[in-house]
């Protein structure tokens, strides 16, 4: 018998380019794939300004990427009838984990509106994303009641 998957997506471009969604659910669990800082339009928000070879030399924007990041989350969530009170287990991606530790406290306590967020969390320093402009990339599960 065959899975039962409900999957979303965005509509950005890399969608179809790389061929996967955003995200799916399968019973009571939602699994989003990597988010990043792309407005509806799938232009990236605050891209970090790049050095000759195309890496990152400013990791001032991780902030406002992640932002971005919770918002495409929380929309995507929201598709589903949930909302960050039902992650339990969140990964952040990032280029720079010094600069994604003090933007990620603040982001984190904001988005999901308390000085501890409910959920696992998981920082790993990595040496590149899909984009060499984006500083970080957040991935999610979330838990709901079986509808």
């Not at 997506?9 to 659910?25: D, P, R």
């Not at 990152?56 to 918002?71: C, G, K, R, W």
Request: hydrophobic share 45%.
């Amino acid at each position: 018998m065959p899975l039962n998957k409900q999957t979303e997506n965005l509509g950005v471009a890399w969608e179809k380019a790389f061929g996967y969604v955003q995200a799916v659910k399968v019973k009571d669990t939602i699994y989003i794939s990597g988010q990043l800082s792309h407005d509806g339009a799938g232009a990236l928000v605050a891209p970090a300004q790049l050095d000759a070879d195309g890496k990152p030399i400013d990791f001032s924007n991780m902030e406002a990427q992640l932002h971005q990041t919770y918002v495409n989350a929380i929309a995507l969530l929201a598709r589903y009838g949930a909302t960050l009170d039902d992650v339990v287990e969140e990964t952040l991606y990032v280029l720079d984990v010094d600069a994604a530790f003090t933007a990620g406290a603040k982001v984190r306590k904001a988005m999901y509106g308390c000085e501890q967020p409910q959920c696992a969390s998981n920082i790993i320093g990595i040496s590149r994303l899909a984009f060499p402009a984006q500083l970080v990339e957040v991935t999610f599960r979330a838990v709901v009641a079986d509808q």
